[in-house]
């Protein structure tokens, strides 16, 4: 991600200086005034020759650059210096024998070298020169400097000058961190300053695989990868650099978590391992709930069709045994077998070994065809609402077989099983059955609703069946994703029970 084009990165911004408040400023030049008056006249009872004092002439104070006109405060201490001098040798006049060989006359060029400023004399200026009277409040207001962090006015020591305003050094502050900016380059964000660090860390995307901040590619531009549901930012290189990827959620491995390994070689989030169901025996419960649900939407299953949890290679292997039905690539979970066939089941559930699942026991099991249908194979070690809708989408291809739908096209088949399958999650994720559609009936919902709402579920477990419920609704495939959305519409439209009529009557979705 670009920064946002109000962003400004600057070199050098803030000038520091010695400042002292005009107030304060204006109380000691009146005191250096009052005191050199005074000094001249006790010089002259000592019978000193010089109007004042060569120590109080030069001192000066550093400003930053932007500080007042500098020229102005000089000439207008050189008016009060040539002020009190002037007064002082009209005394002199008045008082010609106070001391003697004492008047203004008698001075030579020589003594008045000795003055460390000596060109202010009577000849340079007058007498009396009025300076121009302004208000107490009005003057203040012209020359004094508020902090735009404290809002307090800025009255000696160090200043800084920087956004067209002056701070406090302890007051210019990041708006990110909170703690002063010292270093001389920050950004700013429109008037917000940030330090460099900190502005990088808000707009620069880091990678939540190895938390690095994502490197920028060789056309200048933050390149990564984001998951469409899950929103996880990551390098691009850990698409083929080995991490380990949830085989349930998708994610990908983060390097301060270690994510769990079943014996076929998938990996299995933390999140997902909570409700992961490991063998055959216990994911009978979970089976024998989604026939109910089927039986509460008027679609009976007379017959009883065996479930098996298997492994990924005996899937794999029962798919190419199997002559009937379409695959869901990359990676099937299910199927429904229609053909004869010997299958490793799991038969007991696997422990945990560190973070590696170890001591799976399996059998074979010989699977004859009495009807149809022969068996349903899950894949083990998924979660529990994944797991049961694989479940409801097996079942229905089932259902079909048993009730006579015959050589029906991938797109219409998958579409109305995958239908099935988004709508026992919906019963489940949803806290009603509002958005089923209108072919359900009362007692359809209540019963439906009885034998799914089994207990309240975690909130990680919600956001998984949403997560699976987008996996439907945006699956890219024709038969799965586009089958589905096609067989959704239908069904919204004219209801289940019409649309599963009309597929049985026509082979097609009803338009």
């Known amino acids: 991600m670009a920064p946002s084009s109000d ?29 050199k008056l005074f000094r001249g006249g006790s010089n002259r009872g000592r019978g000193g020759r010089h109007l004042h004092e060569p120590a109080e002439e030069s001192i000066v104070w550093g400003a930053p650059s932007r500080a007042l006109d500098d020229r102005a405060r000089a000439q207008k201490e050189k008016e009060d210096l040539g002020h009190a001098m002037a007064l002082s040798s009209a005394e002199d006049l008045k008082r010609p024998n106070a001391r003697q060989g004492y008047s203004w006359g008698e001075d030579t060029e020589d003594d008045y070298s000795k003055a460390p400023m000596d060109t202010l004399s009577s000849s340079a200026h007058p007498p009396f020169a009025p300076t121009p009277f302004y208000p107490h409040e009005y003057s203040l207001s012209l020359n004094r400097r508020i902090c735009g962090g404290c809002n307090q006015e800025i009255m000696y020591g160090n200043c800084l000058g920087c956004m067209d305003t002056y701070f406090h050094p302890n007051c210019f502050r990041c708006h990110s961190c909170r703690y002063p900016i010292t270093e001389r380059e920050f950004s700013l964000s429109g008037k917000h300053p940030y330090h460099k660090s900190c502005f990088k860390e808000l707009t620069h995307p880091k990678c939540e695989v190895c938390f690095q901040f994502i490197p920028i590619n060789a056309a200048g531009l933050i390149e990564y990868r984001c998951h469409p549901f899950w929103s996880q930012k990551y390098c691009p290189s850990h698409e083929y650099d080995n991490t380990a990827r949830c085989c349930s959620c998708e994610r990908l491995e ?14 299995l989030c933390l999140e997902c391992m909570e409700s992961a169901i490991m063998d055959t025996g216990d994911c009978q419960p979970l089976y024998h709930s989604i026939r109910d649900y089927y039986e509460g939407m008027q679609m009976r299953i007379d017959q009883q069709i065996p479930m098996l949890l298997v492994e990924r290679e005996a899937l794999n292997e029962a798919i190419v045994g199997e002559k009937n039905g379409f695959l869901h690539l990359p990676e099937t979970r299910g199927l429904c077998l229609s053909e004869e066939q010997t299958v490793t089941s799991i038969h007991r559930r696997p422990r945990i070994g560190g973070h590696r699942l170890i001591g799976m026991r399996t059998q074979p099991q010989k699977l004859i065809r009495k009807c149809e249908v022969t068996a349903i194979l899950v894949l083990y070690g998924l979660p529990r609402l994944l797991t049961g809708a694989i479940l409801a989408h097996e079942l229905m291809h089932g259902w079909l077989r048993l009730k006579g739908y015959r050589n029906l ?11 099935l399958s988004y709508m026992w999650l919906e019963s489940e994720v949803m806290p009603s059955f509002q958005s089923m559609p209108s072919t359900s009936t009362a007692s359809a919902s209540s019963s439906s609703s009885s034998s799914s709402k089994k207990g309240a579920k975690s909130h990680v477990e919600n956001k998984l069946g949403e997560f699976f419920k987008n996996q439907i609704v945006n699956d890219s495939s024709p038969a799965y994703g586009g089958g589905f959305r096609a067989a959704n519409e239908a069904v919204n439209k004219y209801g289940l029970r019409r649309t599963l009529d009309h597929i049985h009557l026509t082979g097609f979705f009803p338009v």
């Open 254 to 267: 983060p390097l301060n978590i270690k994510y769990y390994r079943l014996e076929d070689g998938r990996s």
């Open 7 to 35: 962003v400004n990165h600057l070199s050098h911004p803030c000038i520091y200086g010695d400042y002292i408040s005009p107030r304060s400023e204006r109380k000691s030049g009146f005191m250096k005034w009052l005191s």
């Open 409 to 419: 096209n991938p797109e219409v088949e998958e579409g109305i099983c995958q239908v």
